[in-house]
C-alpha cells in the first residue's frame, strides 16, 4: 500500500505531544507448588477461563494516569481533570480515560501509576499503570520511556524487588495502548511520507516483539490497541470547520492497523492460547462519531468532531497561559456533550461511548 503525501501533516498533530497534545496503560500468589491433579486442572482452568484480578498498563496518553512529569505536559494544568477526579491530575482528558474503564469493567481500582507507587502501596494489588504519555515503541521525545523501557521496569518489579510474581501477571489483563507517537517523532526527525512505508513495518515489528515479551513473562490475556482514526481528531477537521475527517490520511492508518492484525494473528498462532486481542480503536470511534443518538434515541454528541477545550488562536492550546498567567483557551459548557476534549484526546464521555462500543470484544475474550 503506497501511504500519501497527505499522512505527513501527521507530524503537525504528533509533534504537539510534548506540550501534551498526544494525538495518538490476580489472584494470590501461592508460594507452594502443588501436584495434585484436581489443583493442576483448577489453576489451568483459572489461568485460561479466569476474570483478570490485577490490570498492569503499557503505552502513551491514551491509557497514561499520571506518569509524566508536571513539567512536561498539559495534563496536570487547568482545565484538565475538571470532571474527575475534579482537579488536574495527570489523565489527557476532562476525566477518566481508556484505562479507567477497563478497570471498571473488571470490577478493580484504576491501578496506580508507576512514579507514585511508593506513595500508594496498599494499591498495589490492583496492579500498575507503566503507560506514558507522548512514548512509543521506539524513542520519542523528552527521553520518555519507551515502552522496551516500560517493560523493563515491570520485570524489575518482579525480578528484583518481588512486588509482583508471575502468578500475578498470569491472572491479570494486559493493556498496551499504542496511538502513533512514533510516526510523529519520525517525521519530526525529518522523515519522509515515502520512507513511513518502510518504517511503519518495523514499528509494528517492534510492538509485536514488546507482545512477545509480556506473554514469555507471564502474561496469558494481553489487549492492544489499534491505531484511532488519526483523520478524524480535531487537529485535522479544524480545516472543515469540525465537520469532516479525513479520509487520506485514515486510509494510511488502516495501513499500521492492517499490519498489527496480521502480527498479533501470527502471535496466536505460535503461542497456541489466544493470549493477544486487537482492541479496535478505529472502529470504536468511527462507529460514535457517525452516530449522534444512541440505542434509546438519545442525543449523544451534537458536533462530535469539535474539541471541547481549545486555544483561542493558532499557537495556543487547551491548557495555554500567557506571560501573566490569563488562559488563552476556551471550554465548552457541558463536556459530556463533546467527544473530543483537545486537539487528540476523548473526553471522559467520549471515552465511555467508546469503551461501550469496545465492551463486547472483552466479552468474547474472557
Not at 509482583?164 to 522523515?191: E, I, P, R
Not at 485514515?250 to 505460535?270: G, P, R, S, W
Not at 440505542?295 to 506571560?323: A, E, I, Q
Request: aromatic fraction near 12%.
Amino acid at each position: 500500500m503506497e501511504l500519501p503525501n497527505l499522512f505527513l501533516s501527521l507530524f503537525h498533530c504528533l509533534l504537539l505531544t510534548t506540550t501534551g497534545y498526544l494525538c495518538v496503560q490476580g489472584l494470590p500468589h501461592h508460594s507452594r507448588r502443588h501436584h495434585h491433579n484436581r489443583r493442576h486442572l483448577h489453576d489451568e482452568h483459572q489461568l485460561y477461563g479466569f476474570r483478570p484480578s490485577k490490570l498492569f498498563v503499557f503505552g502513551d496518553s491514551y491509557a497514561d494516569t499520571g506518569n509524566v512529569r508536571k513539567s512536561l505536559a498539559n495534563s496536570w494544568k487547568e482545565p484538565y481533570g475538571t470532571t474527575f477526579p475534579g482537579k488536574p491530575a495527570g489523565r489527557f482528558s476532562d476525566g477518566r480515560v481508556l484505562t479507567d474503564y477497563l478497570a471498571k469493567y473488571l470490577g478493580l481500582k484504576s491501578p496506580i501509576s508507576y512514579i507514585w507507587m511508593k506513595l500508594g502501596e496498599k494499591k498495589l494489588h490492583y496492579g500498575m499503570n507503566f503507560a506514558y504519555g507522548g512514548s512509543g515503541v521506539f524513542n520519542t521525545y523528552n527521553l520518555l520511556p519507551n515502552m522496551s523501557t516500560q517493560i523493563d521496569f515491570f520485570e524489575k518489579l518482579m525480578n528484583n524487588d518481588s512486588v509482583y510474581t508471575k502468578w500475578d501477571l498470569q491472572s491479570s489483563l494486559v493493556l498496551v495502548a499504542l496511538a502513533g507517537n512514533d510516526y510523529g517523532a519520525y517525521l519530526a526527525n525529518n522523515g519522509t511520507s515515502q520512507g513511513l512505508q518502510t518504517f511503519i513495518p518495523l514499528v509494528i515489528n517492534q510492538l509485536a516483539m514488546n507482545l512477545k515479551r509480556l506473554h514469555e513473562m507471564g502474561a496469558r490475556k494481553i489487549a492492544v490497541t489499534a491505531l484511532e482514526p488519526l483523520g478524524c481528531l480535531p487537529q485535522f477537521t479544524k480545516s472543515s470547520w469540525f465537520q469532516q475527517c479525513n479520509e487520506t490520511q485514515n486510509m494510511a492508518v488502516n495501513f499500521h492497523n492492517l499490519l498489527l492484525q496480521q502480527a498479533v494473528e501470527k502471535l496466536n498462532n505460535e503461542t497456541q492460547d489466544s493470549a493477544f486481542l486487537v482492541l479496535d480503536l478505529y472502529s470504536s470511534f468511527t462507529t460514535v462519531l457517525d452516530h449522534k443518538k444512541d440505542n434509546s434515541g438519545n442525543l449523544k454528541f451534537d458536533t462530535p468532531l469539535k474539541p471541547c477545550c481549545m486555544g483561542v488562536s493558532n499557537g495556543y492550546f487547551c491548557g495555554s497561559v500567557d506571560k501573566n498567567g490569563a488562559k488563552m483557551y476556551t471550554v465548552c459548557n457541558d463536556p459530556k456533550a463533546a467527544f473530543f476534549w483537545d486537539g487528540s484526546h476523548p473526553t471522559e464521555a467520549g471515552w465511555r461511548a467508546v469503551f461501550t462500543a469496545l465492551q463486547p470484544t472483552f466479552e468474547r475474550f474472557f
